[in-house]
């Protein structure tokens, strides 16, 4: 009976039996494969394009001399990762270059703004009267007139909030008289834009006379009421209307241009927001809703009785298709195609209020100011208003709250830095990350002199009564381009893709000798390991699973 420990050198005695030869014959492949490894390398260094890689084996040489060949080679590889990096960095930071691309752009082809003019006086003494005899009839209480005319100064503080001082308790106080009494029957909450809708001076009452390219137009039709940051003013192409113009209609002169003749009388004043005797000039975007705080808006403060110029310097911002492949947040810009707008604006299908880079902050501002304040100024449009379900006009009762936000509305930040000093302003900002401008853009600037105004009375015409048209109290505004050109620039990228490679090449060759046959050899060299090592890795496969398959079919044969 043989023994459990016993043991000989009979096949069927071996576990996994492999014989003499196919162990050899593994090491000697192994030996062989790491053999022919070091022989390719050390020919690869010897021949390779390469200068100098031939001095590390070179038998003329000694080992000190070697050792020095290969501190040389070692320190120019890290200069060369080194530089290379830099230069990399260099490119990403610098991937995009706005160039001028033609000096002499026909200005016909450049929008003219819209011109949005608000006079100083914000609500209409004959309107306020007419409203506080209303307020009076409605009252309960036997009151005059005075004391409703009053109280109704108080809305001028909806203008006001740079050193304002409110009385919390009066303004609380008339806000909820008006809430009871001063709404109409199908209204639920005070309606504050249609009030002051009602008690801002009208148009046709301050804007007399109309003049495009020396040509009169109608006045109640080139001027409309439209909502800017000081409440309803006169905005002259609210529809863009002179967006493409031929040579003759080109704007560029002061007899040319946009001349419009104003009420410049003081007989109806009743709350001034300025401390100044002059009115306001907004220079936006037809499609921007005007307010300086969210840029692009040129504000210009002409004097009454005064013949002032307004010359119109426009630079066009375009951006090459090229640049359509990167992300906007990484061209820094939206191309038309990818400008997003409310569903509010969806459904009223309304194009006064298209996707631009103001238009964007406004609509975050809106959404800062009613989260905090739960109202809405009645300045601000309702087609930027994202959501309207629960939406009321601020009142009386709301100034409070929104003078303590207001430096959060005025600043705005659309990329937050750390600089030191600026914590606070930095945190107390308004934050609008999603807000890129436009990838083709228009950009204005302003010039402003004026002249008095004799010289425009006395070119009048004078009628049978020796009486002008208009009487001395009155300003005349002339808005027009001041050149005939305009610049035209272009963002692309800085570097195109053969440039780059010229410029890592140029590198290369400094500090190694680089070339295209270098690449070629080093290439093969490594796909021809790579490939003998995936062969090799199969063939083992191979082998192990044919191997598996006959240790499973073997017959043991044990005593």
Same mark, same amino acid.
């Given at each position: 009976?043989?023994?459990?420990?016993?043991?000989?050198?009979?096949?069927?005695?071996?576990?996994?039996?492999?014989?003499?030869?196919?162990?050899?014959?593994?090491?000697?492949?192994?030996?062989?494969?790491?053999?022919?490894?070091? @022989?390719?390398?050390?020919?690869?260094?010897?021949?390779?394009?390469?200068?100098?890689?031939?001095?590390?084996?070179?038998?003329?040489?000694?080992?000190?001399?070697?050792?020095?060949?290969?501190?040389?080679?070692?320190?120019?590889?890290?200069?060369?990762?080194?530089?290379?990096?830099?230069?990399?960095?260099?490119?990403?930071?610098?991937?995009?270059?706005?160039?001028?691309?033609? %000096?002499?752009?026909?200005?016909?082809?450049?929008?003219?703004?819209?011109?949005?003019?608000?006079?100083?006086?914000?609500?209409?003494?004959?309107?306020?009267?007419?409203?506080?005899?209303?307020?009076?009839?409605?009252? %309960?209480?036997?009151?005059?007139?005075?004391?409703?005319?009053?109280?109704?100064?108080?809305?001028?503080?909806?203008?006001?909030?740079?050193?304002?001082?409110?009385?919390?308790?009066?303004?609380?106080?008339?806000?909820?008289?008006?809430?009871?009494?001063?709404?109409?029957?199908?209204?639920?909450?005070?309606?504050?834009?249609?009030?002051?809708?009602?008690?801002?001076?009208?148009?046709?009452?301050?804007?007399?006379?109309?003049?495009?390219?020396?040509?009169?137009?109608?006045?109640?039709?080139?001027?409309?009421?439209?909502?800017?940051?000081?409440?309803?003013?006169?905005?002259?192409?609210?529809?863009?209307?002179?967006?493409?113009?031929?040579?003759?209609?080109?704007?560029?002169? %002061?007899?040319?241009?946009?001349?419009?003749?104003?009420?410049?009388?003081?007989?109806?004043?009743?709350?001034?927001?300025?401390?100044?005797?002059?009115?306001?000039?907004?220079?936006?975007?037809?499609?921007?809703?005007?307010?300086?705080?969210?840029?692009?808006?040129?504000?210009?403060?002409?004097?009454?009785?005064?013949?002032?110029?307004?010359?119109?310097?426009?630079?066009?911002?375009?951006?090459?298709?090229?640049?359509?492949?990167?992300? %906007?947040?990484?061209?820094?810009?939206?191309?038309?195609?990818?400008?997003?707008?409310?569903?509010?604006?969806?459904?009223?299908?309304?194009?006064?209020?298209?996707?631009?880079?103001?238009?964007?902050?406004?609509?975050?501002?809106?959404?800062?100011?009613?989260?905090?304040?739960?109202?809405?100024?009645?300045?601000?449009?309702?087609?930027?208003?994202?959501?309207?379900?629960?939406?009321?006009?601020?009142?009386?009762?709301?100034?409070?709250?929104?003078?303590?936000?207001?430096?959060?509305?005025?600043?705005?930040?659309?990329?937050?830095?750390?600089?030191?000093?600026?914590?606070?302003?930095?945190?107390?900002?308004?934050?609008?990350?999603?807000?890129?401008?436009?990838?083709?853009?228009?950009?204005?600037?302003?010039?402003?002199?004026?002249?008095?105004?004799?010289?425009?009375?006395?070119?009048?015409?004078?009628?049978?009564?020796?009486?002008?048209?208009?009487?001395?109290?009155?300003?005349?505004?002339?808005?027009?381009?001041?050149?005939?050109?305009?610049?035209?620039?272009?963002?692309?990228?800085?570097?195109?893709?053969?440039?780059?490679?010229?410029?890592?090449?140029?590198?290369?060759?400094?500090?190694?000798?680089?070339?295209?046959?270098?690449?070629?050899?080093? @290439?093969?060299?490594?796909?021809?390991?790579?490939?003998?090592?995936?062969?090799?890795?199969?063939?083992?496969?191979?082998?192990?699973?044919?191997?598996?398959?006959?240790?499973?079919?073997?017959?043991?044969?044990?005593?």
């Amino acid at each position: 009976m043989a023994k459990p420990g016993t043991s000989s050198n009979a096949i069927w005695w071996i576990k996994n039996p492999k014989t003499a030869n196919e162990k050899k014959l593994k090491g000697l492949r192994k030996h062989s494969l790491g053999s022919a490894f070091c @022989l390719d390398m050390t020919d690869l260094l010897k021949n390779i394009s390469l200068q100098g890689y031939n001095k590390l084996l070179s038998p003329d040489l000694t080992l000190g001399e070697r050792l020095i060949w290969l501190l040389l080679h070692t320190v120019t590889a890290v200069s060369l990762v080194v530089v290379l990096s830099l230069t990399w960095e260099q490119f990403v930071a610098q991937s995009f270059v706005t160039n001028l691309k033609d %000096p002499l752009y026909p200005v016909e082809n450049v929008p003219f703004p819209a011109v949005s003019i608000c006079t100083n006086n914000r609500i209409s003494r004959k309107a306020a009267l007419e409203y506080a005899e209303e307020l009076r009839r409605s009252s %309960p209480i036997t009151r005059p007139v005075e004391y409703y005319l009053e109280r109704l100064n108080y809305l001028r503080d909806f203008y006001v909030h740079v050193g304002a001082t409110i009385d919390s308790e009066d303004f609380v106080s008339f806000q909820t008289f008006l809430d009871v009494f001063g709404t109409w029957q199908n209204e639920t909450f005070f309606d504050t834009r249609r009030i002051m809708i009602m008690l801002t001076p009208n148009c046709k009452d301050y804007v007399l006379k109309c003049t495009l390219a020396n040509v009169d137009i109608p006045c109640q039709s080139a001027f409309q009421e439209r909502l800017t940051m000081y409440g309803p003013c006169c905005t002259f192409n609210t529809e863009n209307k002179l967006k493409q113009r031929n040579f003759k209609n080109r704007l560029a002169s %002061p007899e040319l241009g946009l001349t419009v003749v104003l009420n410049s009388s003081h007989s109806d004043y009743f709350a001034p927001i300025l401390n100044t005797n002059g009115y306001i000039v907004m220079i936006h975007n037809a499609d921007d809703y005007a307010t300086v705080s969210s840029s692009n808006t040129l504000e210009m403060f002409p004097g009454q009785g005064e013949d002032t110029y307004l010359q119109i310097y426009a630079r066009v911002v375009d951006t090459d298709d090229s640049l359509k492949s990167f992300s %906007p947040f990484g061209r820094r810009c939206y191309f038309e195609y990818e400008m997003h707008i409310s569903a509010h604006e969806q459904a009223t299908n309304s194009p006064a209020y298209m996707y631009t880079f103001p238009n964007c902050i406004t609509r975050c501002r809106i959404r800062s100011i009613m989260a905090l304040c739960r109202c809405l100024p009645f300045q601000l449009p309702l087609q930027l208003v994202e959501n309207l379900d629960g939406v009321v006009y601020c009142t009386l009762s709301h100034l409070p709250c929104i003078n303590q936000y207001m430096f959060k509305w005025r600043n705005v930040m659309t990329e937050r830095h750390l600089i030191e000093g600026l914590e606070r302003e930095v945190e107390e900002a308004l934050y609008c990350p999603q807000c890129l401008p436009s990838c083709n853009d228009v950009q204005y600037r302003v010039s402003m002199s004026s002249l008095p105004i004799d010289n425009y009375l006395a070119s009048l015409k004078v009628d049978e009564n020796n009486q002008t048209q208009f009487s001395e109290d009155i300003s005349v505004l002339r808005v027009y381009f001041g050149d005939p050109n305009a610049q035209y620039y272009i963002r692309l990228l800085n570097n195109a893709w053969f440039e780059i490679f010229s410029t890592i090449g140029n590198i290369m060759s400094i500090f190694v000798g680089f070339c295209m046959v270098a690449i070629f050899e080093i @290439l093969f060299f490594f796909i021809k390991y790579i490939y003998q090592g995936c062969d090799r890795i199969v063939e083992q496969n191979l082998i192990d699973r044919n191997a598996k398959k006959l240790e499973e079919k073997k017959l043991y044969i044990c005593p």
